[in-house]
Nanobody, 116 residues
């Protein structure tokens, strides 16, 4: 079984930055394919960014140029650097396998609130 723990969320003013972390443990050797999702109140969960096979990276159009997905050298922690945050980025952020891959159990997520 794989455990995913998200952290790093918080309250930030518009234009600010946050860096989220996703720590994977359990029956996972390394993070090779993984994504960041978010779910805002009353909305469906959406994919924000993902690391894919071969080193490919994809971003949702709404975050391109502002968010950067990465992972540590040990491939056990994935990050999401979020810059130029907007109120519409407010959501609970989760990490999990990207669409097309078998999903892990969802973690608790980490709340990001962008507000002045």
């Amino acid at each position: 079984q794989v455990q995913l723990v998200e952290s790093g969320g918080g309250l930030v003013q518009p234009g600010g930055s946050l860096k989220l972390s996703c720590a994977a443990s359990g029956r996972i050797v390394s993070i090779n394919v993984m994504g960041w999702y978010r779910q805002a109140p009353g909305k469906q969960r959406e994919l924000v960014a993902a690391l894919l096979r071969g080193g490919s990276i994809i971003y949702a159009d709404s975050v391109k140029g502002r968010f950067t997905i990465s992972r540590d050298n040990a491939k056990t922690t994935m990050y999401l650097q979020m810059n130029s945050l907007k109120p519409e980025d407010t959501a609970v952020y989760y990490c999990n396998a990207p669409p097309g891959y078998e999903a892990y159990a969802w973690g608790q997520g980490t709340q990001v609130t962008v507000s002045s």
